[in-house]
Structure formats: C-alpha cells, structure tokens
C-alpha cells in the first residue's frame, strides 16, 4: 500500500508565495517520478508540474516561471515552492508518485488567493 501526504496549502494574497510539501510512503522500494496536479472548481485537473527520478522537471504553462518543483532529501518527497500567486492559481493541489505506471495520489490540500 503506498500513502500520500499534502501539507501547506492555505489562503494567500495575491503575489504572495507558498510552499507544498508531499510524503510518499508504504511500500515504495526506490525513487520514482512525482508530480503536482491542481483542480478548480469546476474544472478539469492539470499538470502543474513533475519531476523525474534523476530531477528532470517539467511545468505547466500557467505556471513556468513562478513555481519550483524540487526533491527532498528524504526518498520520494518532494515540494512546490509557489511565487507571485494569482487568483487564478486556488485550486486543491494533488500530489502523485508514479510506480512504473501506477498512479498514486494524495487527498489533496487546498490553496485559495484572495483579497
């Protein structure tokens, strides 16, 4: 059984900055791919970015140049350092691991920018 945790999410102003983190655990023997995913209300999910095990990375459009994806020190853990939010980044950001394959996923943790 492989676990997901999310932490950091919260409410923020506009420009502000976040940073999620995600713990995956159980039985995971090795480093894997993992990715931050996000979903608005009433919206599909997306991409926001991935990391490969040798810490390729890979961002979504909306998001290139304002957010960092990076690995922990900790094996398959990894952080989404979020910088000059806008409105339009609240969503419930999801983290994944993928085990040759398999997705995983967290239960998500919700960020909102407001006024």
């Known amino acids: 059984q492989v676990q997901l945790v999310e932490s950091g999410g919260g409410l923020v102003q506009p420009g502000g900055s976040l940073r999620l983190s995600c713990v995956a655990s159980g039985s995971i023997f090795g480093i894997y791919p993992m990715g931050w995913y996000r979903q608005a209300q009433g919206k599909q999910r997306e991409l926001v970015a991935s990391i490969t095990s040798d810490r390729r990375t890979n961002y979504g459009d909306s998001v290139t140049g304002r957010f960092t994806i990076s690995r922990g020190n900790v094996k398959n853990t990894v952080y989404l350092q979020m910088n000059s939010l806008k409105p339009e980044d609240t969503a419930v950001y999801y983290c994944?691991?993928?085990?040759?394959?398999?997705?995983?996923w967290g239960q998500g943790t919700q960020v909102t920018v407001s006024s």
């Open positions: 994944n691991v993928d085990l040759i394959g398999r997705l995983y």
